[in-house]
C-alpha cells in the first residue's frame, strides 16, 4: 500500500440495540414458542384422549344413557365369558411368539448377511419391507391355501389354535422389525466385534448372544414393542382366517354386549400402554447404567 | 514392582510357537491379493509385514486367523496344519486397527471374557485378568467401560484381551494406526516390551514404515501379494534385495550412477556397492537423506554437485533441504536444523555424499 493512500474507511454498523430491547424480544420468542407447544400439545391430546373417554364413558355407562348413572357391570362381565378370557390369552402368548420368532429369524440372517453377503442386503430389506406395500386383504388371499393345509396337517385338538398366526403375524412385523434392528445393528461395528468374538474362541451363537444381542438392546427392545403393539391390535388377518383373537372376540362381543367389549378395549389398551411404557422404561434404564457406569 | 511384572510376565509367559505361511492364494473376483506368498515366523518373534495399500498385508494377517478362507496354500502353526481351522479353534490374540471392546463390558470383563469361554472358575478368570491388565499399565481402569477410556488405553486394554488367553500366536492388525502420533509411540514401544516379556510369536501388519522398522524383529517388505524380502529392519533399510523396497521404504534421493569395477561412480564421487555382484554400467544409485551433506558453493561455483536449494523442511531437531541439481534431478539431504540456515530456498548449494555403501538401480 502506497503512503499516501486513503485509510480504509470502516462500513457503518447499525447501532446495536440496548440490551433490555434485547432482553425484551428474547421473552417474547420464547413466550411465543411456548404458547405454540401448549396448543399443540393441547389440540393433539385431545385427538387421542376423546375417543379413549368415550370408551371408558361408553363402557361405563349404565341405566339412563350419557346422563344417566355409572355402571361397573360391563367390567365386572368380562370374566363371564371365557372365550373372550381365552381370546386375551391367546393374543399375549401370539404377541410373545411373534416377537421371539421375528427376533430369532430377523437377527441372525442381518448380521450375517452383514457380514459375509453385503451385497444380498437390498434384496433382503426390499422383501422385509413388502408386507408394508401389501393390503391384508390381498396377504390373506395368499395365506389361505397355506392354512389350509396347516390345519389339515396339525392334530385336530390344536387345529383352531389361534397361535397358528404367529406365522402370518411374524410377515406382518417384518418391515418394523428390520428396520428397527437395522438401525441398531448400524450403530455398532458388527464386523469387528464378531470378529474380536471369534478371535478369543465363541461360537457363533456366543457372538449372537453375548455380543452383538447386548449391544442392539434397545433395537430389539423396540422391535418386541412394535411386534407386541401390532398384534394386540390386528383384525383383519385373524378374522378372514377364521382365527379367534381379542380384537375378533370383541367384535362378536360388541354384537352380544357393548358395554363388556368397551369394557376389555379399554382395559386391553391400558394394558397395551402400561406393556409399551414399561418396555421403554426398561429401555431407558438400561441406556442409562451402560451411560453412567 | 519389578517383582509384579516379573511374576506377571511368568504367569503369561508361553513359549513361541513357529508359523509357516507356505504359497498361500487369495483372490477377490479378479484382484490377486496374495499370489502365493511364503512367509515363516521363528518362535517367538516379531515380524512386520509392511507394503503400501493393496499389498495383501492385512489379506495374510486375516488367513492367519482364519477370519478369511485361502484359495490355495497352507497355514501351519507349531506344526499342525491349521488351514482349515474355524477362527475360534485357533487359539490366537488379535489386536485390530477399529477399537474392539465390546462396549457393554468394562475393560476387566473384556479381558476375561476369553477366558470364560474356556470355562476357567470366576476366581482364576479374575486373578488372570487382573495380571494382563497389570501387565499393560491398566490395572486402575479394570471398571472402566470403552467410552471411558482414551483409545490408547481402549488399544492396551484389547492387547490385553488378546494376550489373557495366553495365544500360540499374537497377531496385531495396524493397531496403532487410529492413535495420535504421541501415543502411537508410546504404545508401539509398550507392545514391544509386553511381547518380549511373555514371548508370543507375533505377527505386526502396518503400513507406517518407522513402526516397523522401530518394532519387529524381521521386517517382510510386501508388494502385490508377495513378499519382496523379510530381513531385519537395518538390512531391509540399508541392504534392500529389490528395486521395490528400495524405493518403498524411507525416503531416499536417486542418483544417476555408473557401475564399473565393483564401485559406482555417482556424479563424479566413487561409492562402494550394497552388491558387489551389481551389473556393470549405467545406473541409478539410491541415496539416503542423512548420507547427503550441504556446503555453501562458493560463487561462480559449477559442477554436477553444485545446485539451487528449491525447498526446506523443519522436522524438529533435524531439516530437510531439497537441492535441484539440473539434469540429475534433486538430491535431498538430512541435516541438524542447527545447520540448515545458511541453505535459504534460492541459494546455492554443494551437495556432498557420504562414502556408504549404495543400493544400484536399473537405469529409469
Same mark, same amino acid.
Given at each position: 500500500?502506497s503512503?499516501?493512500?486513503?485509510?480504509?474507511?470502516a462500513?457503518?454498523?447499525?447501532?446495536?440495540?440496548?440490551?433490555?430491547?434485547?432482553?425484551?424480544?428474547?421473552?417474547?420468542?420464547?413466550?411465543?414458542?411456548?404458547?405454540?407447544?401448549?396448543?399443540?400439545l393441547?389440540?393433539?391430546?385431545?385427538?387421542?384422549?376423546?375417543?379413549?373417554?368415550?370408551?371408558v364413558?361408553f363402557?361405563?355407562?349404565?341405566a339412563?344413557?350419557i346422563?344417566?348413572?355409572r355402571s361397573?357391570?360391563?367390567?365386572?362381565?368380562?370374566?363371564?365369558y371365557?372365550?373372550?378370557?381365552?381370546?386375551?390369552?391367546?393374543?399375549?402368548?401370539?404377541?410373545? %411368539?411373534?416377537?421371539?420368532?421375528?427376533?430369532?429369524?430377523?437377527?441372525?440372517?442381518?448380521?450375517?448377511?452383514?457380514?459375509?453377503?453385503?451385497?444380498?442386503?437390498?434384496?433382503?430389506?426390499?422383501?422385509c419391507?413388502?408386507?408394508?406395500?401389501?393390503?391384508?386383504?390381498v396377504?390373506?388371499?395368499?395365506?389361505?391355501?397355506?392354512?389350509?393345509?396347516?390345519?389339515?396337517?396339525?392334530?385336530?385338538?390344536?387345529?383352531?389354535?389361534?397361535?397358528?398366526?404367529?406365522?402370518?403375524?411374524?410377515?406382518?412385523?417384518?418391515?418394523?422389525?428390520?428396520?428397527?434392528?437395522?438401525?441398531?445393528?448400524a450403530?455398532?461395528d458388527?464386523?469387528?466385534?464378531?470378529?474380536?468374538?471369534r478371535s %478369543?474362541?465363541?461360537?457363533?451363537?456366543?457372538?449372537?448372544?453375548?455380543?452383538?444381542?447386548?449391544n442392539?438392546g434397545?433395537?430389539?427392545?423396540?422391535?418386541?414393542?412394535?411386534?407386541?403393539a401390532?398384534?394386540?391390535?390386528?383384525?383383519?388377518?385373524?378374522?378372514?382366517?377364521?382365527?379367534?383373537?381379542v380384537?375378533?372376540? &370383541?367384535?362378536n362381543?360388541?354384537?352380544?354386549?357393548?358395554?363388556?367389549?368397551?369394557?376389555?378395549?379399554?382395559?386391553?389398551?391400558?394394558?397395551?400402554?402400561?406393556?409399551l411404557?414399561?418396555?421403554?422404561?426398561?429401555?431407558?434404564?438400561?441406556?442409562?447404567?451402560?451411560?453412567? @457406569? | 514392582?519389578?517383582?509384579?511384572?516379573?511374576?506377571?510376565?511368568?504367569a503369561?509367559?508361553?513359549?513361541?510357537?513357529?508359523?509357516?505361511?507356505?504359497q498361500?492364494?487369495?483372490?477377490?473376483?479378479?484382484?490377486?491379493?496374495?499370489?502365493?506368498?511364503?512367509?515363516?515366523?521363528r518362535?517367538?518373534?516379531?515380524?512386520?509385514?509392511?507394503?503400501?495399500?493393496?499389498c495383501?498385508?492385512?489379506?495374510?494377517?486375516?488367513?492367519l486367523?482364519?477370519?478369511?478362507?485361502?484359495?490355495?496354500?497352507?497355514?501351519?502353526v507349531?506344526?499342525?496344519?491349521?488351514?482349515?481351522?474355524?477362527?475360534?479353534?485357533?487359539g490366537m490374540? &488379535?489386536?485390530?486397527?477399529?477399537?474392539?471392546?465390546f462396549?457393554?463390558?468394562?475393560?476387566?470383563?473384556?479381558?476375561?471374557?476369553?477366558?470364560?469361554?474356556?470355562?476357567?472358575?470366576?476366581?482364576?478368570?479374575?486373578?488372570?485378568?487382573?495380571?494382563?491388565?497389570?501387565?499393560?499399565?491398566l490395572?486402575a481402569?479394570?471398571?472402566?467401560?470403552?467410552?471411558?477410556?482414551?483409545?490408547?488405553?481402549?488399544?492396551?486394554? @484389547?492387547?490385553?484381551?488378546?494376550?489373557?488367553?495366553?495365544?500360540?500366536?499374537?497377531?496385531?492388525?495396524?493397531p496403532?494406526s487410529?492413535?495420535?502420533?504421541?501415543?502411537?509411540?508410546?504404545?508401539?514401544?509398550?507392545?514391544?516390551?509386553v511381547?518380549?516379556?511373555?514371548?508370543?510369536t507375533?505377527?505386526?501388519?502396518?503400513?507406517?514404515q518407522?513402526?516397523?522398522?522401530?518394532?519387529? /524383529?524381521?521386517?517382510?517388505? &510386501?508388494?502385490?501379494?508377495?513378499l519382496?524380502?523379510?530381513?531385519p529392519p537395518? /538390512?531391509?533399510y540399508?541392504?534392500?534385495s529389490s528395486?521395490?523396497?528400495?524405493?518403498?521404504?524411507?525416503?531416499?534421493?536417486k %542418483?544417476?550412477?555408473?557401475?564399473?569395477?565393483g564401485?559406482?561412480?555417482?556424479?563424479?564421487?566413487?561409492?562402494?556397492?550394497?552388491?558387489?555382484?551389481?551389473?556393470?554400467?549405467?545406473?541409478?544409485?539410491?541415496?539416503?537423506?542423512?548420507?547427503v551433506?550441504?556446503?555453501?558453493?562458493?560463487?561462480?561455483?559449477?559442477?554436477?554437485?553444485?545446485?539451487?536449494?528449491?525447498?526446506?523442511?523443519f522436522?524438529?531437531a533435524?531439516s530437510?533441504?531439497?537441492?535441484?541439481?539440473?539434469?540429475?534431478?534433486?538430491a535431498?539431504?538430512?541435516?541438524?536444523?542447527?545447520?540448515?540456515?545458511?541453505?535459504?530456498?534460492?541459494?546455492?548449494?554443494?551437495?556432498?555424499?557420504?562414502?556408504?555403501?549404495?543400493v544400484?538401480?536399473?537405469?529409469?
Amino acid at each position: 500500500m502506497s503512503a499516501d493512500a486513503a485509510p480504509a474507511v470502516a462500513p457503518p454498523v447499525p447501532a446495536a440495540p440496548p440490551a433490555p430491547a434485547v432482553a425484551g424480544l428474547r421473552r417474547r420468542a420464547t413466550r411465543r414458542r411456548t404458547v405454540v407447544r401448549v396448543v399443540l400439545l393441547v389440540l393433539f391430546g385431545t385427538f387421542f384422549a376423546v375417543p379413549l373417554l368415550a370408551l371408558v364413558e361408553f363402557s361405563t355407562r349404565g341405566a339412563g344413557g350419557i346422563g344417566g348413572s355409572r355402571s361397573l357391570t360391563g367390567w365386572a362381565q368380562i370374566a363371564d365369558y371365557p372365550d373372550l378370557v381365552g381370546a386375551i390369552v391367546a393374543s399375549l402368548e401370539l404377541a410373545v %411368539l411373534t416377537s421371539v420368532v421375528s427376533l430369532a429369524l430377523l437377527v441372525p440372517t442381518m448380521v450375517w448377511i452383514r457380514l459375509r453377503v453385503p451385497q444380498l442386503s437390498r434384496l433382503v430389506e426390499f422383501l422385509c419391507l413388502l408386507p408394508l406395500t401389501i393390503p391384508a386383504i390381498v396377504l390373506v388371499v395368499g395365506w389361505a391355501p397355506i392354512y389350509l393345509w396347516i390345519n389339515y396337517l396339525t392334530p385336530r385338538a390344536y387345529q383352531a389354535s389361534p397361535l397358528a398366526l404367529t406365522f402370518a403375524y411374524v410377515v406382518l412385523v417384518l418391515p418394523y422389525s428390520y428396520r428397527t434392528i437395522d438401525a441398531g445393528l448400524a450403530a455398532i461395528d458388527v464386523r469387528t466385534l464378531s470378529e474380536a468374538a471369534r478371535s %478369543l474362541g465363541a461360537s457363533w451363537a456366543t457372538v449372537l448372544l453375548r455380543v452383538i444381542a447386548p449391544n442392539i438392546g434397545p433395537a430389539l427392545l423396540n422391535a418386541a414393542v412394535l411386534s407386541v403393539a401390532l398384534v394386540l391390535g390386528e383384525f383383519t388377518v385373524a378374522s378372514l382366517l377364521n382365527y379367534v383373537n381379542v380384537q375378533v372376540a &370383541m367384535n362378536n362381543l360388541s354384537q352380544q354386549n357393548s358395554n363388556v367389549a368397551y369394557a376389555v378395549a379399554t382395559a386391553s389398551l391400558a394394558a397395551v400402554f402400561l406393556l409399551l411404557f414399561l418396555l421403554s422404561l426398561a429401555g431407558r434404564r438400561r441406556r442409562t447404567r451402560g451411560s453412567s @457406569a | 514392582m519389578t517383582t509384579t511384572t516379573t511374576t506377571t510376565a511368568t504367569a503369561t509367559a508361553r513359549a513361541g510357537v513357529e508359523v509357516r505361511l507356505e504359497q498361500l492364494r487369495r483372490t477377490y473376483g479378479s484382484v490377486t491379493a496374495l499370489d502365493g506368498l511364503d512367509l515363516v515366523l521363528r518362535p517367538g518373534e516379531m515380524v512386520a509385514l509392511l507394503g503400501p495399500s493393496g499389498c495383501g498385508k492385512t489379506t495374510a494377517l486375516r488367513l492367519l486367523a482364519g477370519l478369511e478362507d485361502a484359495d490355495g496354500g497352507r497355514v501351519v502353526v507349531g506344526g499342525q496344519d491349521v488351514t482349515r481351522l474355524p477362527t475360534n479353534k485357533r487359539g490366537m490374540g &488379535m489386536v485390530f486397527q477399529a477399537y474392539s471392546l465390546f462396549p457393554h463390558m468394562t475393560a476387566l470383563q473384556n479381558v476375561a471374557f476369553g477366558l470364560r469361554l474356556r470355562k476357567v472358575s470366576d476366581r482364576e478368570r479374575t486373578r488372570r485378568a487382573g495380571e494382563v491388565l497389570e501387565l499393560v499399565g491398566l490395572s486402575a481402569q479394570a471398571d472402566r467401560y470403552a467410552h471411558q477410556m482414551s483409545g490408547g488405553q481402549q488399544q492396551r486394554v @484389547a492387547l490385553a484381551r488378546a494376550l489373557a488367553i495366553q495365544p500360540t500366536v499374537l497377531l496385531l492388525d495396524e493397531p496403532l494406526s487410529a492413535l495420535d502420533a504421541k501415543v502411537r509411540a508410546q504404545l508401539r514401544d509398550e507392545i514391544r516390551r509386553v511381547q518380549l516379556e511373555v514371548g508370543t510369536t507375533t505377527l505386526f501388519v502396518t503400513h507406517d514404515q518407522e513402526e516397523a522398522l522401530a518394532i519387529a /524383529d524381521r521386517v517382510g517388505v &510386501m508388494n502385490a501379494g508377495r513378499l519382496e524380502q523379510l530381513a531385519p529392519p537395518t /538390512d531391509v533399510y540399508h541392504r534392500p534385495s529389490s528395486s521395490f523396497v528400495a524405493e518403498f521404504v524411507g525416503l531416499s534421493t536417486k %542418483l544417476p550412477a555408473t557401475v564399473a569395477g565393483g564401485r559406482a561412480d555417482v556424479l563424479g564421487v566413487s561409492l562402494p556397492l550394497v552388491d558387489a555382484a551389481a551389473p556393470p554400467g549405467p545406473a541409478r544409485a539410491v541415496v539416503r537423506p542423512e548420507a547427503v551433506g550441504l556446503a555453501a558453493a562458493g560463487p561462480g561455483e559449477t559442477g554436477p554437485l553444485v545446485g539451487t536449494v528449491v525447498a526446506t523442511s523443519f522436522l524438529g531437531a533435524v531439516s530437510r533441504v531439497t537441492v535441484d541439481l539440473g539434469p540429475a534431478g534433486q538430491a535431498l539431504a538430512q541435516l541438524p536444523t542447527s545447520d540448515v540456515g545458511g541453505f535459504a530456498v534460492g541459494s546455492r548449494a554443494l551437495v556432498t555424499l557420504r562414502p556408504d555403501a549404495v543400493v544400484v538401480l536399473p537405469p529409469a
